[in-house]
C-alpha cells in the first residue's frame, strides 16, 4: 500500500485499502513501513519541512505550551527521517559509478510515473461554456 515516502505492508492496512491503519498513519515509526532510494528527495524535502517547523513553532509566536507541544514534530521523528536518509545515501555510496547510473536511471524512470495522490482531491479547472446562446425572437 503506498503511503507518503514509501510502502505499508501492515496486513489489516493493506486488507482494507489503507484506510485501517492503526497507527494512524504514523508510517514513519511503523516497522511495516519501508522505503527505496527513489523517495530520497521526498524524505529531505521532508526533513526540511520538520526543521523549519520546530523552528518557527519555536520561535514565532506565543502559544500555551500544551498547544506546542502538539504542533511540534517529534524529535524521534526527526531522528528516524535522518536516520532513513543517511541509509539511502550511504547505501548510495557504496556503489560504483555504472550501478549508480543505473540507479539514477531507474529513479528518474520511477519517480516520473509515480502518480499517488496524497490530500486535498485536485479539482480541474471549468470547462469553458461552449453552447451558443440562443435569443428568443
Do not use: K
Request: contains cysteine; proline residues 7%; aromatic residues 4%.
Amino acid at each position: 500500500m503506498a503511503v507518503p515516502y514509501g510502502v505499508c505492508r501492515e496486513p489489516s492496512n493493506v486488507a482494507a485499502g489503507g484506510h485501517a491503519c492503526p497507527l494512524r498513519f504514523r508510517c514513519l515509526g511503523c516497522e511495516h513501513y519501508s522505503t527505496d532510494v527513489s523517495y530520497l528527495p521526498d524524505l529531505q524535502a521532508h526533513l526540511a519541512d520538520l526543521l523549519r517547523s520546530r523552528e518557527r513553532l519555536m520561535s514565532a509566536f506565543e502559544a500555551d505550551d500544551w498547544a506546542r507541544a502538539q504542533a511540534m514534530p517529534a524529535a524521534e521523528e526527526i531522528q528516524r527521517v535522518r536516520r532513513l536518509i543517511d541509509r539511502v545515501s550511504g547505501d548510495l555510496g557504496n556503489l560504483t559509478a555504472a550501478d549508480r547510473a543505473q540507479i539514477d536511471q531507474a529513479v528518474a524512470v520511477v519517480r516520473r510515473t509515480r502518480t499517488v495522490h496524497l490530500g486535498m482531491p485536485r479539482v480541474g479547472q471549468p470547462l469553458p461554456d461552449v453552447r451558443p446562446v440562443r435569443t428568443l425572437p
